[in-house]
């Protein structure tokens, strides 16, 4: 199993409203991406987040299904108004 880690700092001016549609449009991509067992996705209310302050995990079948994931265009579509609200980082591992 492959486990997909994502946190985001929000860029200035982003709206409660985008806020909650990013959430939903995560959650959304359950059962649309082949291989995509799990998502999870919620807001940071760690004291030591370092302003990242939405989290989520995403759990793979396998490696393979994670990179098709990557360049999917479900995926690619939800980026394409994500990426400018954000400063994102992510991690990816191998669970057994």
Known sequence: MIIHTFAFRWKPN?????KRRVQTEIRALQGQIPGLLETHVGVNFSPRSQGYELGGIMKFAYRAALEAYTVHPI???????LLPLIDPIEVDFESP
Do not use: R
């Open 14 to 18: 982003v709206t409660d409203e985008q």
């Open 75 to 81: 995926h690619q579509k939800l980026l394409s108004w």
